[in-house]
């Protein structure tokens, strides 16, 4: 990056700051993850300077006809991977591919069925704050209380007495695996259609780890980065029925030029996840997961859900006498980036925070097996005790630095 160097030193100094942020820090975030080199270049390339407004072979523009390569590549690759009768690959996030949904599917002020923020939901399922919530009347659905599982049982009640016409299906903090055909049978019986948002699995589903929701739902969504691997981003699966009123809703509806840049990537991103390779990566997330779940179990630390069957574990920090505001902060000034994450039925409330939430994903991406899970489960509690002790944060962060060594970024990624 010579020439930004020159041109434009602090934006130059900025990325090389983050850079070495990544290199010398054990990234715990469970949405967050390492694009491999290639996407990056993908992303980074002159496809950023083409206007596309449209769908292959039917642009606005002239002059599209690489992109339209790349976009039907991505498409193809998609279907390769999850199946699914549609592929729309320019929502820009998640949250827009959700809301392209809602907006196609739905009038303002339906009923939607969907998890609550406070017990693993997203945003975009109806938070009060996001236009899920301003929109559409949203029912929320939880856990149980007493073994943090979904309640399928409770959903069924929900969605008889409220008659939604749509169920949302999926989670940002739900360690658990999903049952999508029960959502079905629940769906089938009130004669709602189902959004099944896959952004936190979806690597999980392409390596066959988690169901897929494709043959249940008429929608799926889901982010292109995560357990993915690829660039942040959106791309929606549904069935051929309903194609037109998505591909309307994306382009002109909630959106203009797509970034075919990163539509590039996305291509990129989902050839890899078509490779063996990507099924061991996501068997040893996995792996990972369970093995940091359990150290942590060792320690006194209880799991939500006593366990995790995905990429992520919520951690309740309630015994520990501490928030989760205040571990997430200690933990990064040893060089541990986790988030504060609220837990079912938290006392404390969202700025605050009971709890952790960890994902293995990146860690897993540098190489870190479950020997280093082990090793980080001791660091993390060796700070929380001692979350005020300057000399224990400066002595973990040591170690961080040890660790983060021995598995350099990028060191196997194409």
Request: hydrophobic content about 40%.
């Amino acid at each position: 990056m010579e020439r930004l160097k020159k041109v434009d030193p602090q934006v130059y100094k900025a990325i090389n700051d983050e850079l070495k942020r990544e290199r010398d820090t054990l990234n715990l975030i469970a949405s967050e993850n390492f694009a491999p080199q290639v996407v990056l270049e993908a992303q980074g390339s002159v496809m950023t300077n083409k206007y596309a407004e449209g769908y292959p072979g039917e642009r606005w523009y002239d002059g599209c006809q690489h992109v339209d390569q790349v976009e039907k590549l991505a498409q193809q690759r998609a279907k390769q991977l999850f199946g699914g009768e549609h592929v729309n690959v320019q929502p820009h996030s998640g949250t827009q591919a959700n809301m392209a949904v809602y907006f196609a599917m739905l009038k303002m002020g339906d009923p939607v069925l969907a998890m609550d923020l406070a017990c693993g939901g997203h945003l975009s399922h109806g938070h009060h704050h996001n236009f899920s919530g301003k929109y559409f009347k949203i029912i929320s659905y939880g856990v149980d209380r007493g073994n943090e599982l979904i309640d399928y049982g409770e959903v069924e009640d929900l969605a008889k007495k409220h008659n939604p016409k749509m169920i949302v299906v999926g989670a940002s903090a739900y360690p658990r695996t999903i049952d999508f055909a029960k959502f079905r049978q629940i769906a089938d019986k009130v004669g709602a259609f189902i959004l099944a948002d896959i952004a936190h699995i979806a690597g999980l589903v392409a390596a066959g780890l988690h169901p897929s929701p494709v043959p249940y739902a008429e929608f799926v969504t889901t982010t292109t980065h995560k357990t993915l691997r690829g660039p942040r981003a959106g791309m929606i699966i549904c069935r051929k029925e309903f194609a037109a009123r998505i591909d309307a809703e994306v382009f002109p509806g909630i959106q203009g030029g797509p970034l075919m840049h990163v539509i590039a990537a996305k291509a990129v991103a989902l050839k890899l996840a078509l490779q063996p390779e990507f099924k061991s990566y996501q068997r040893q997330i996995v792996a990972n997961a369970k093995k940091l779940a359990a150290e942590l179990q060792g320690r006194a630390y209880r799991i939500v859900s006593a366990g995790t069957d995905t990429h992520l574990l919520l951690v309740d920090l309630s015994s520990k006498k501490i928030t989760g505001k205040d571990a997430a902060c200690a933990l990064d000034q040893a060089g541990i980036v986790v988030n504060k994450n609220l837990i079912p039925y938290d006392r404390l409330g969202p700025q605050l925070t009971s709890g952790l939430r960890l994902g293995t994903p990146a860690l897993t991406t540098r190489g870190m097996k479950q020997a280093q899970m082990q090793q980080i489960a001791c660091l993390i509690d060796a700070v929380i005790a001692a979350a005020q002790d300057q000399k224990t944060i400066a002595a973990t962060k040591a170690e961080v630095l040890k660790l983060t060594q021995k598995f350099p970024l990028y060191q196997e990624l194409t």
